[in-house]
Every structure is written in structure tokens, then in C-alpha cells.
């Protein structure tokens, strides 16, 4: 029997984030997690805040400037169902056809998420 050990809500395939992300470990026992960000010029050329919440409380903030990788590492704690859920909210997002005119993207991204890492107590 194969169990869904994670999942995310709030990315796109390639890890390019939307305003919200949300990471959901099942059957959890606490823990931390890490996660790594980028961003590039393509999306803003301004640097983009990344707020962490875990259960309930901000936990975490990084700011990701264009070409540049931020690491977050935040606690994990149960939500009482044997989960632990962590909350990423971005301050804006960017439509890179907008930024740049060559791009043809159409879709509003934030940063892209480039690992997620479950560290257990």
C-alpha cells in the first residue's frame, strides 16, 4: 500500500508559487521544515517578501531578491488530525509578459520554490 506521505497546494508544476502556498505533512509527529526560494527579474525586479505561518502563529520571513536563494526553516507542529500544515503568504506576485514583453507568461507567480525538506524531531 502506497500512503501520501506530503503535499502542497499553491504551486505550479515547475515550483513557481502563486500568493499562497501550503505544505501538509500527514501522519506527523512535529518536526521542522526547510524550504529553499528563488526568484529572478523575469517575475519583478524588486525583492519579494515570504511570510511563514505554522499552526496559526508567523513562525518565519525571508526576503528573496531577483537571482538570489533564500532558506527558511520553521517549526512543525500537529494540527490535531496528525497533520502538520505550514502557510507561505507572499507580498505580491508578477506576470513576467507584463515585466518583460518578450515573455509570452501569462500567469501570475511569486517565487519558486526549489526545496522542501522534512527534518523529524
Same mark, same amino acid.
Given at each position: 500500500?502506497?500512503?501520501?506521505?506530503?503535499?502542497?497546494?499553491?504551486?505550479?508544476?515547475?515550483?513557481?508559487?502563486?500568493?499562497?502556498? /501550503?505544505? /501538509?505533512?500527514?501522519?506527523?509527529?512535529?518536526?521542522?521544515?526547510?524550504t529553499?526560494?528563488?526568484?529572478? /527579474?523575469?517575475?519583478?525586479?524588486r525583492?519579494q517578501?515570504?511570510?511563514?505561518?505554522?499552526?496559526?502563529?508567523?513562525?518565519?520571513?525571508?526576503?528573496?531578491?531577483?537571482?538570489? /536563494?533564500?532558506?527558511?526553516l520553521?517549526?512543525?507542529?500537529?494540527?490535531?488530525?496528525?497533520?502538520?500544515?505550514?502557510?507561505?503568504?507572499?507580498?505580491?506576485?508578477?506576470?513576467?509578459?507584463?515585466?518583460?514583453?518578450?515573455?509570452?507568461?501569462?500567469?501570475?507567480?511569486?517565487?519558486?520554490?526549489?526545496?522542501?525538506?522534512?527534518?523529524?524531531?
Amino acid at each position: 500500500m502506497v500512503r501520501e506521505t506530503w503535499a502542497l497546494d499553491g504551486l505550479y508544476d515547475d515550483r513557481w508559487s502563486g500568493r499562497r502556498v /501550503t505544505y /501538509t505533512r500527514f501522519h506527523c509527529v512535529g518536526g521542522r521544515l526547510e524550504t529553499a526560494m528563488q526568484r529572478d /527579474t523575469r517575475v519583478s525586479r524588486r525583492p519579494q517578501t515570504v511570510v511563514a505561518y505554522t499552526g496559526g502563529a508567523r513562525v518565519a520571513a525571508a526576503t528573496v531578491a531577483p537571482f538570489a /536563494t533564500e532558506t527558511l526553516l520553521l517549526p512543525l507542529s500537529l494540527d490535531g488530525s496528525g497533520r502538520c500544515l505550514a502557510r507561505f503568504e507572499l507580498g505580491r506576485t508578477g506576470v513576467p509578459s507584463v515585466v518583460e514583453a518578450e515573455h509570452v507568461e501569462g500567469r501570475a507567480v511569486g517565487v519558486r520554490f526549489v526545496r522542501f525538506r522534512y527534518l523529524a524531531p
